[in-house]
C-alpha cells in the first residue's frame, strides 16, 4: 500500500502498488472485515470489479493485511451476512434474541401505514429522499437496503453523506446485506425496524449500489422491487412504486420507463401501489405516461408535477449518478424518484384508503 485516499463511514480508500503494473491501482478496504490498512502493509487483493471495469465498482477490494489479521470478532450477534463465501460477516440482527429492539420487533404486526417508497436502482435514492424532504421538511426517511446490489452499505458514500448532512435517519441492511444502522433478516423486519426502531415517517427501499441485469424478461436483481411492494402491502404500509425512467439510455428496453418497472409492478407485486408518473414535458412526458398507462390494470396510477424538484435536487450534498450518467445528462431519471418522494410525503399521517 503507498498511499491513504478518501474516507467515509466503514471505507478506506487506498492506492496500492502491483507486482509487474506501473501504474498500481486503487482499492477499497472495510475496515470492519479487514482492519485499517497502513503505508507500507501487503494487501491481498481481488481484482474482479477492477478488471471487469464495472461502473459503480471500479475498484479492487481488499481481502486481507496478510501481515496484520484483525482480532477474531467476539460479537455481539450471531446472525451471519454474506453467508459461506470468505467474507462473511457476524452481525446484530435487530430482530434476532440478543437485541435490545428483539421484544419491540417481535410484537410489531405493522408499519402503521408508514408510506414506503419502491425504487429499482440505489441512485434513487437521493433522489426520492429530496422530493420528500422538500415537501416536508424534517422528514424522519429510513433507507432499507436489498442484496441484490453491494452486499455492505458501506459501499454507499452518498448514503454516508445524506447521514452526516441530518437527511437520512438511518440505514437497515436487510437479506444477506449488512454494514447499516440495523441489521435484519428480511425485508419485513427491516420495515418494522425502520418504523419501530429508527422512528421512521418514511422508508425507501432499493438494492445497495450496483445492478444485475441481463437483457432478459425476468433475469434482473430489481424484480425484488415487485416483492417489497408486497411486504410494504402485507406490513399495512402504504407502497408507492417510484418509476425508473431514463432520457439519456441507449438501450430501448429502459428509455422512457423501464421494462424492469414494467416487469416488477405491473407482474411481480400483487398488492396494489401508487405508481408515481412524473409529468415530463413535450413528447418524451408523453411516452412516460403512455408506457406506464397498463399499470392502471393493477395499481392506481398517479400523475405527478416536477415543479422545483429540479432546484431540490441540486441542493443535495451528494452526486447525482445513475448508469454513468448525471443529471444534465438524464435529468428525468431523477425527476421520476423524486416525484415518488414528493407524493410519498403528502401521505405521511393520511389514514390508509379503507381505513375505519
Known sequence: ??????????????????????????????????????????VLLNTTALAMGLGT????????????????????GH??????????????????????????????DGVDGMPVVTADLHSAVPAILAGATQRVPGLRVAYVMLDGGALPAWFSRSTAELRSAG????????????????????????LL????????????????????GTGTPWGFSGVAT??????????????????RVSEGDARERHLGVSHHSLTAYGRIALARADVVVPLL?????????????????RH???????????????????????????????????????AAGRHAAGLVGRPRRGAP
Not at 465498482?57 to 460479537?75: E, K, N
Not at 425496524?193 to 449500489?209: F, K
Request: glycine content about 12%.
Open 193 to 212: 425496524a425502520a418504523r419501530h426502531v429508527l422512528g421512521a415517517d418514511l422508508a425507501i427501499v432499493a438494492q445497495g449500489p450496483g445492478n444485475l
Open 167 to 190: 437527511l437520512l435517519s438511518g440505514v437497515v441492511t436487510v437479506g444477506q446485506s449488512f454494514g447499516g444502522d440495523l441489521e435484519t433478516v428480511t425485508v419485513h423486519t427491516g
Open 300 to 338: 392506481t396510477v398517479l400523475e405527478v408535477g416536477v415543479e422545483g424538484l429540479m432546484e431540490a435536487l441540486r441542493a443535495l450534498p451528494v452526486r447525482l449518478s445513475t448508469m454513468g450518467r448525471g443529471l444534465d445528462a438524464d435529468a428525468a431519471a431523477f425527476l421520476a424518484a423524486a
Open 281 to 297: 414535458p413535450g413528447d418524451f412526458g408523453a411516452r412516460v405516461r403512455a408506457q406506464a398507462a397498463p399499470l392502471t390494470q
Open 1 to 42: 500500500m503507498t498511499e491513504v485516499g478518501r474516507s467515509w463511514s466503514g471505507v478506506l480508500e487506498i492506492d496500492v502498488a502491483l507486482a509487474g503494473d506501473e501504474a498500481g491501482c486503487r482499492a477499497l478496504a472495510y475496515t470492519a472485515l479487514v482492519g485499517e490498512p497502513r503505508v507500507g502493509d501487503r
Open 57 to 76: 465498482g471500479g475498484y479492487a477490494m481488499v481481502v486481507a493485511l496478510p501481515d496484520r489479521l484483525p482480532p477474531d470478532p467476539t460479537g455481539p
Open 79 to 108: 446472525l451471519v451476512k454474506a453467508r459461506y463465501t470468505p467474507m462473511q460477516a457476524t452481525v446484530l440482527g435487530a430482530d434476532e434474541q440478543d437485541s435490545p429492539h428483539h421484544a419491540v420487533l417481535r410484537d410489531a
Open 226 to 243: 415487485g416483492e417489497a411492494v408486497n411486504a410494504a402491502a402485507v406490513l399495512n404500509g402504504r407502497p408507492v412504486a417510484s418509476l
